[in-house]
């Protein structure tokens, strides 16, 4: 198994599910170990002489950043976010670009105080954000999938650390959020795991807000997935707005998406690692 498939793999063995663990980004229904449920019992084994090692988990986050890399400049941080960004290609095949595919340089979300997104202006402690918009086209019955994965490079950790406060903090104070005209998300529910924490070994932090999508064009309740992760002096996220014929996790009648965002998000931190980590 690959050094990026390894990473993946501990990244998709706990997805928060409406705040609830649950194993999950396994292939064709089968259990993480590989095998499929047989529905027999084992014949009884002998117990063994000697006790199986206990797993040990990382203690530290296998990254050491080179301060003569971080971006100190708009520009070098643009670079940076467009280098490290996710495109369709990150999250599975059938992705395609969206139109327009990536945000403007200056744009900022901001939840106002009556739980609305807003158009606001980048923060002085911001160097450079960059979103990338993608989807999985309607088809078969199933409707549009659309996604987007997001970079912001801060001037400082500190920084970086204060907005993921800020997006756990939004979850409690707008559990309810209108988007835009037409579109909303309700019953969110956050959860903030730092390096070592819930299976987290891949980031310095992360966090995951999930809920409902309610878009008036589409009949019924979708769901709604935020990842989002620090590694140094950057964020990156992740979310899936979910459609008909999709839900989170393979149930065996819909197609799941959290393997693709975990993917994403995890190509986004080694890209992270690999500019800013000192060079061998």
């Given at each position: 198994?690959?050094?990026?498939?390894?990473?993946?793999?501990?990244?998709?063995?706990?997805?928060?599910?409406?705040?609830?663990?649950?194993?999950?980004?396994?292939?064709?229904?089968?259990?993480?170990?590989?095998?499929?449920?047989?529905?027999?019992?084992?014949?009884?084994?002998?117990?063994?002489?000697?006790?199986?090692?206990?797993?040990?988990?990382?203690?530290?986050?296998?990254?050491?950043?080179?301060?003569?890399?971080?971006?100190?400049?708009?520009a070098a941080a643009r670079?940076?976010?467009?280098?490290?960004?996710?495109?369709?290609?990150?999250?599975?095949?059938?992705?395609?670009?969206?139109?327009?595919?990536?945000?403007?340089?200056?744009?900022?979300?901001?939840?106002?105080?009556?739980?609305?997104?807003?158009?606001?202006t980048r923060p002085a402690?911001?160097?450079?954000?960059?979103?990338?918009?993608?989807?999985?086209?309607?088809?078969?019955?199933?409707?549009?999938?659309?996604?987007?994965?997001?970079?912001?490079?801060?001037?400082?950790?500190?920084?970086?650390?204060?907005?993921m406060a800020s997006t756990?903090?939004?979850?409690?104070?707008?559990?309810?959020?209108?988007?835009?005209?037409?579109?909303?998300?309700?019953?969110?529910?956050?959860?903030?795991?730092?390096?070592?924490?819930?299976?987290?070994?891949?980031?310095?932090?992360?966090?995951?807000?999930?809920?409902?999508?309610?878009?008036?064009?589409?009949?019924?309740?979708?769901?709604?997935?935020?990842?989002?992760?620090?590694?140094?002096?950057?964020?990156?996220?992740?979310?899936?707005?979910?459609?008909?014929?999709?839900?989170?996790?393979?149930?065996?009648?819909?197609?799941?998406?959290?393997?693709?965002?975990?993917?994403?998000?995890?190509?986004?931190?080694?890209?992270?690692?690999?500019?800013?980590?000192?060079?061998?």
């Amino acid at each position: 198994m690959a050094y990026g498939d390894r990473r993946l793999w501990r990244a998709c063995c706990v997805v928060l599910v409406g705040g609830v663990m649950a194993a999950g980004c396994t292939s064709g229904g089968e259990k993480p170990d590989g095998k499929g449920s047989t529905g027999t019992t084992a014949a009884p084994t002998k117990p063994p002489t000697t006790a199986p090692a206990p797993t040990t988990a990382p203690t530290a986050l296998d990254f050491t950043p080179d301060p003569k890399r971080a971006p100190k400049t708009e520009a070098a941080a643009r670079r940076l976010a467009l280098a490290v960004v996710a495109g369709p290609d990150a999250w599975a095949s059938g992705y395609v670009k969206r139109t327009p595919y990536l945000s403007d340089p200056d744009y900022w979300p901001v939840l106002g105080a009556t739980c609305s997104w807003e158009t606001g202006t980048r923060p002085a402690d911001v160097l450079a954000s960059v979103t990338a918009y993608s989807e999985l086209p309607a088809v078969g019955g199933k409707g549009a999938l659309r996604v987007a994965a997001t970079v912001t490079v801060h001037r400082t950790e500190s920084d970086a650390d204060w907005e993921m406060a800020s997006t756990l903090e939004e979850a409690l104070r707008c559990p309810d959020q209108k988007l835009r005209d037409g579109e909303r998300i309700t019953e969110l529910m956050s959860l903030g795991n730092p390096f070592g924490v819930g299976g987290n070994a891949t980031a310095d932090d992360a966090l995951r807000e999930g809920g409902s999508y309610i878009n008036d064009a589409v009949k019924g309740k979708q769901f709604y997935s935020w990842y989002q992760s620090r590694i140094g002096q950057v964020t990156v996220a992740t979310v899936v707005k979910g459609a008909p014929g999709y839900s989170e996790m393979n149930d065996g009648t819909m197609t799941g998406t959290s393997q693709a965002q975990v993917r994403a998000l995890v190509t986004m931190l080694d890209r992270a690692k690999d500019e800013l980590e000192g060079q061998s």
